[in-house]
């Protein structure tokens, strides 16, 4: 049996590393309209944590109506699998329950511990300091010159590209920048699209203000070339505590560096797809050498979901490590939707009349 969160603030949580932690109104917002989501991967008789109950059950029933159209098979026990538990009922639940967040952070734990949960299964400080600190851009930014330095991996793969490098000043920054005149510059720790900042030529005042504050916050910032990537994709795996396992791929669009949508379909199809750029064999070689790669740093330190960002230029380099994502990612709500569906579709959030909604839409053909 388990619980599960959904919190998409978990990033910017990382980031302020704070148990008093309040999301900003657009990421509070992201949580209540969806926060029935994980129902659609739960297990039945799991719990899934909301704000409104009822609220949460009609928007469970909307969107596998919309599914029901979509899919090729029955849909209709998936909102009769979970239960749904607002905060002021989690003392009820037994403490051998497993806690399945979207990611976990120090804020989250505090808001569970103090409405009344009490599980086996709850990290402690140590546990939330070493995701955290893995969490850091500078975790993926040393996998990905692991990954540069395995000339098997790119013999076997073919172009590669990919540097990354941790700032401590603006000078090192202006220095970088100088020597690849187009670069992208990250906080640690951020949510997708956001605490990204793209610099060509020179630093402007605005910018450099930004990057003193991130450094002065987060004790650096990262620096990478900016590349002309012509496809978004992305790995998603698994971590038992031991050993990392591939589970799919992740077939995404972004505007900007902010998320916009995924690509709903077999792990064959969504292959077939990105073949012309990244052929079957490289990506099966690719993923064999992350979850070898993955599971030697993460053994011992981390169990759940998480995901790697990649990206190809316009050259049909792959960038093997964007970075990584140690939580649940779209991809993998991806990967669940094709098992619950078994049809092609595309899946995103759509913001209107403000309001966020979970939006699932056939597609006429992937191949």
């Not at 910017?12 to 309209?33: C, H, M, Q, S, V």
């Not at 008789?45 to 029933?61: E, I, M, N, S, Y």
């Not at 990105?274 to 099966?284: E, W, Y």
Request: include cysteine.
């Amino acid at each position: 049996m388990k619980l599960h969160i959904f919190n998409p603030e978990h990033d910017i949580a990382l980031a302020r590393n704070d148990k008093y932690f309040t999301a900003p109104r657009a990421g509070r917002r992201l949580r209540e309209d969806c926060g029935f989501l994980p129902a659609l991967w739960a297990d039945k008789g799991d719990f899934v944590l909301v704000g409104d109950v009822a609220k949460a059950r009609q928007l469970l029933t909307d969107a596998i109506s919309t599914m029901s159209s979509i899919s090729s098979q029955p849909l209709a026990t998936v909102s009769d699998n979970v239960n749904f538990v607002t905060l002021h009922a989690l003392h009820k639940l037994p403490n051998d329950i497993q806690i399945e967040p979207w990611g976990w952070d120090c804020a989250l734990l505090f808001q569970l511990t103090r409405n009344g949960l009490e599980s086996l299964s709850l990290p402690d400080s140590d546990q939330l300091s070493t995701i955290r600190a893995l969490s850091n851009r500078r975790f993926s930014s040393f996998l990905l010159r692991e990954l540069m330095d395995d000339r098997g991996l790119i013999s076997a793969v073919g172009p590669m590209v990919g540097q990354s490098w941790y700032a401590s000043t603006v000078d090192e920054v202006n220095d970088l920048l100088s020597r690849h005149q187009a670069i992208v510059v990250k906080e640690p720790w951020s949510s997708s699209g956001r605490g990204v900042r793209y610099i060509a030529d020179s630093i402007d005042t605005a910018t450099e203000n930004w990057i003193r504050n991130t450094i002065a916050k987060q004790g650096g910032i990262m620096v990478e070339p900016r590349y002309k990537n012509i496809a978004d994709l992305g790995m998603e795996f698994y971590s038992d505590g031991h050993r990392v396992v591939y589970r799919g791929l992740s077939l995404f669009s972004t505007c900007s560096g902010f998320y916009e949508g995924n690509i709903i379909a077999s792990e064959e199809d969504k292959a077939k797809l990105i073949s012309p750029l990244l052929p079957k064999k490289k990506l099966l070689i690719l993923s064999h050498t992350l979850e070898k790669e993955l599971s030697s740093e993460l053994a011992g330190k981390y169990t759940g979901p998480l995901g790697v960002d990649m990206l190809i230029t316009d050259n049909h380099a792959v960038h093997p490590m964007v970075e990584i994502n140690l939580r649940r990612t779209m991809g993998h709500v991806a990967i669940d939707m094709y098992k619950l569906m078994k049809s092609d579709a595309a899946m995103g959030f759509v913001f209107t009349n403000g309001v966020y909604h979970f939006n699932v839409n056939p597609v006429a053909t992937l191949l």
